[in-house]
């Protein structure tokens, strides 16, 4: 601050931040805001940044709820176990020794891991399993795939309660059938279902694609708003990247459950959060169910 | 805000601004700041820029209630009456008729004309006079000057419960006697008398001197900050100005109450109170109970 | 009480009158009374009676707003101020300063007055303008009589919370345009707006005429009861008074809105809010939707 | 009222009574009195006289509690029983069977009166017996009496949460010792330890002599105000009429247990808690803490 | 207990009754059971062991009502007065000193009795007569039979508050007509009624008969289930027992109103309250909408 | 329960265990009972019935704090990581990855194990680590072992939250300095400070002991009672076993921090949990501050 405060205009502009930000401030307090942390911002000291944003939202009254994955980090870890991946239509097989590594990673690595970055910072996380007080109900996706899981069904009360305390729900991608059985689940999905479920302001998707391209080859592309009938056009006709399908429909979904808006934004920007949440021009792609102006 | 995120840094600085300010924002929430507002910041377009610092203020949680007086514009209203002024010692004589305009002004004109200011941007402000629900009981300051009061004892129940619906106070500087006679009161006192009374968290004085000189002939010699104790002892050697004495008992009224600190500042800056409550280096001259480090 | 304890006959007058009172005090308990101050009532000692009955009307738990105008005091205050009333159409016109006078007038010096004159017994009087927390939202009501106003929406939100804090609300009839703009607005039109907003269970119009006459030339022929549709029918016909026609039409809205019945008083005399709300046999006239049996 | 109205005089005579009675309704509000019911007060007409009063005082949110004993009535069902009363030192033996007939005739018959005639009036009565909810705790008074049991310990919870709820409990002096057991009590002795245990703010007893007399042989000679102090010394002296006793006892133990003032009334005369409540001149004798001026 | 701890398969024996038991206890708490006494469950001994388990089921949260009759003991005490009972097509002719005998033996003998029973096991039971706070509006059955009364109305108010405060409110079937005159109802029919008002989880009504028999001469043919049409079948062709006819009546009345089941049991059977409530395997006929399966 | 029922003298057993069994119920209600799980029960089937009693217990309003630790499950993980141990002074060193593959089998398979078996029947688990919302504040034991803990403060915010939400905690014994480090602490410790902090009504230690022995080598000699001070001197004398030595450490601490008793139960016997808590006659070992009758 010191700096920006030393130049000449500095009390202006820091007075037009503060006057367009506050507003934002007043609007978003006591609505909830889903996060879907994936890609870098999981990764060495973005986590940090990431954290520390975290725990300002939480401290204006946001109430955040994360949600994470964490592929790679199961895949290096069956590797330790020396346990090879296997594929059907190029999709992984998650047998029990392999959903059992999934949980361990999800819940008592990566989800621990964001817990105690957001602690850190002053604020209360919490980790939340998905088979926490039966949150997410889940149903196999395909035999074939083995435990492999989709939502079947979304319990929010342990959510609401733990954000109506002042916590931070971080939540692991994990369900639980009827009978108990557990399941791995896409987080992307888990974080639109849960955006549906809690009709969030907005959802959120931080990954290490900046937002929706205009044309695919060019990464400056992108596009700053997409209405829901446009991206459903571009999903059935292929223009979405595999690694983007997922992202997108779970924006769908939150915004078919009446979240507000969803947006994908580059999880490698430092701050990115408050830039989206606390100014005019947001950042990476917005969707929103009626047509850009 | 268009030039500033056009600007390569803007991002930088923005979040700069929002990491330090979300903090305060979340201190002080809920907790109550009282503004005496004066001079010029009561005049023009000023009394506008003010009254939309007040909303934002007040829509992130803040509790405020200002405080007004309006000597010059009472003298005004008197020259229009064809009444002239009586001094008693170089003080104003308040007698019945006197009395009756100030009332008119303060309570029909100068605090109508803030509420109708902040009621603009969207807040909900709500005129009050000292006189009503027994706000501030007073007493006769000196009978050789008529009805003049001073504050004999506050009761803020109602500024509480306008507080607690989230309406914000404007109060004018009028209070009663037991019998109900009403009296005039210096404004400054009055806001004292109240961050006292509400152990506000902050008590801020608007006026057209910047805050407190080290050198009283250098108008840019503003102190950033001085201890009760070195104010006490400025005051009782008579280094303080003739128009700052009211002010500086005030401020110490309001630290003696339980105030967190008390600020003096230059009511023709533009957001001014932004740049006070939610940047790390204050503006003006901020006294508190305990010495500066 | 004395003499009334020293008859012989005394206690069972005595038990005669409170048999008959409490039901009505058990009745109007946490209801909503507004009743429009005007002519004699507002003057003199007889604004000290109305200002008892007030307080104890409020001290067994009725809601009382009292509203009022003071088009005779604006008019002496413009003449101090050399300056003269301009008509159109038999119409005062109010010009930006007239208008400032008027606020003045109303908010500065007549509510300010019933305050104290209402605190002096006891209870907690609180001036409100139809500016505050936008209590009343006015649109221009003719472009060629300036800035007089109709009520165009009333927002009595700040009225609920002061009378559930057992407070009295004093309402100066200015209210405030969207864009700010203030409006001196016919204050038998505000008491009939604010009771059909709160629907309350009474509205009760004190005025120097003791009630509609069945004669226009007998004041001795006060109608008790009129049924809304009579009075609509006199009203379309011509036979209501010019004076009475606003008072009439402040009735017929509130009843309209849902207020249990309306009652034009005569204010010269004393205690008739006493005498009028608990006793069988009323006074003045009472309109209500039914036709009287 | 009708023959009240039509005289001249009447409109001013309704005003000062009521004037007089409303700071009395307010006063007494949400605060318990205590009525002990004796004598003729409890028999014929006027034991509806009684109801609608109780009903009325109910009505303006007054936590009454009526007591009842039935001596008299007690004695006429043992002589239908074919049982004759014995005696020890004047006094009556209560054995196993008078018990019983004294319980059935206090609850099952005199309270079921009262309470039966209350609700004739419209308000809710609710016979209690001290047996219920441990209101009354008792201990044995002479073995050599049987059944007659002193007051032990009082649990007014179940008073307290009937007085919340707007009923108006009807209490028989029947109380239980530890061990189950039921006693006969005193009533006046009940009244007064259960005015105590409330901290009522009047315990009233009525009964078929008018107040404490300054000469025991004129009735006309009723002490209007009486100190506790004055009156342990008429006590001690032997002064109290044998049968005012227990009803003195209880006024001093209700005072001593906080009770505001005890009074001793008329219960012949019809409205007689009216015209004590809420008249500046009270009836019969008021005894109170502090001496008489 | 030390004799069930001292065999070898106690603590299985244990576990599983309470493996058994505690699902009940979950599922009635908080619900409310209505239960008629009669018979021999009202005489000596039983009535012990009875209020010991009512004690107990309130312990644990659940909301209890006890309904009683009382026929023979008002047959015997109206003997005792020498009143002979007089009959019109084979009912009693209840006249005015038969109800009030009748009034006093329910309520200040049967009902005292109970109470004072179930508080010596330390819960807090309330005596509650039909007319107290106008619980049961009663209408005359047939003038010919005098002042025995139908359920015409039920208000529940005061049952759920002295419930909701942890009391037992055992209640006397007595019931005041609108004018306030007292009647005599038959107290299965009371306990039905009540069970509807309130949508008891079970009506439970206590006789020295096991239940409804498949076979009238055999005692031992108790069915354990019978569905409502096949009851009224029963009903309808004369097939139900003269005795049993108000009792399932106040059955179907109950489940009529919404009430979960009824149950006849025998009340001679040590703790068949606990047995019926908290075991897999039910004692007596079982009552239900649904057809057994 | 059909043999229990089918034999001649269940019914009354059933009564016997339920009328001892009603009170524990009652009392225990809305109490806290933190129940450590270690050794068998935490192992293939004993899992699935110690998590139906769980669910049972809390079905009746028990609220239950589950902690477990899982020393040789963390040991076999480390195997198949191909990582030895390492020990110094006969303590292992945690190093980092020892505490995150600690953290991973704790948080991630462990709890996960008992939360889903809760879950499946019926009751609502969440599990929680030390770390979540700042529940457990550690310091380094002993820099030379690593990363173990101890309990340095604890905050029940969030357990008090959960419980009052009707779910049941489960707790992995994992903890967090100020700094954010992690740490891995020992689960009896643990849940003997869980229970201090959350005044428990009971500790519950769950091992593959019977108890306390009064012959170390007659493993049927367990105490049923031993006091506080008798077992501090076993302790300072070293008559307490090794494996014992925490968990007594850990009743110790809960007894000083207002914990009602401990109790050491074998966690082997089906139901401990419930024959422990509902019968007369206790199962292990209890030790509470006042010594054994």
Do not use: W
Request: a negative charge; proline letters at 3%; charged letters at 20%.
């Amino acid at each position: 601050m010191e700096s920006l405060r030393r130049e000449a205009g500095a009390p202006a502009l820091t007075a037009e931040v503060l006057t367009q930000a506050l507003p934002y401030i007043q609007r978003f307090r006591g609505r909830s805001i889903v996060v879907k942390l994936g890609g870098a911002a999981m990764a060495g000291e973005m986590v940090d940044t990431f954290a520390g944003d975290v725990a300002l939202l939480a401290s204006v009254g946001i109430r955040l709820v994360v949600v994470h994955g964490g592929g790679p980090q199961i895949g290096e870890m069956m590797e330790r176990f020396g346990k090879s991946a296997r594929f059907v239509d190029g999709r992984r097989v998650t047998d029990s020794e392999t959903l059992e590594i999934a949980r361990m990673v999800l819940v008592g690595k990566i989800n621990s891991g964001i817990v105690a970055a957001v602690n850190r910072h002053g604020s209360l996380a919490v980790g939340v399993s998905g088979e926490d007080a039966r949150l997410i109900k889940a149903v196999q996706r395909d035999p074939s795939l083995g435990f492999v899981g989709e939502v079947a069904e979304v319990n929010t009360d342990v959510l609401e309660r733990l954000l109506s305390m002042g916590l931070i729900p971080v939540v692991s991608s994990i369900g639980a059938g009827v009978d108990g059985q557990s399941y791995n689940i896409n987080a992307d999905t888990v974080a639109g279902a849960l955006a549906a479920a809690l009709r969030a302001e907005r959802l959120i998707v931080l990954s290490d694609v900046g937002g929706l391209l205009g044309d695919i080859d060019d990464p400056a592309s992108v596009l700053s708003e997409v209405s829901v009938s446009d991206l459903e056009t571009s999903l059935a006709s292929g223009e979405v990247s595999e690694g983007m399908i997922p992202k997108v429909e779970a924006c769908l979904a939150a915004l078919d459950g009446g979240t507000g808006s969803a947006h994908l934004l580059d999880g490698r920007q430092p701050h990115v959060l408050l830039l989206e949440l606390f100014t005019d021009t947001g950042v990476g792609t917005m969707i929103r169910t009626e047509a850009p102006a």
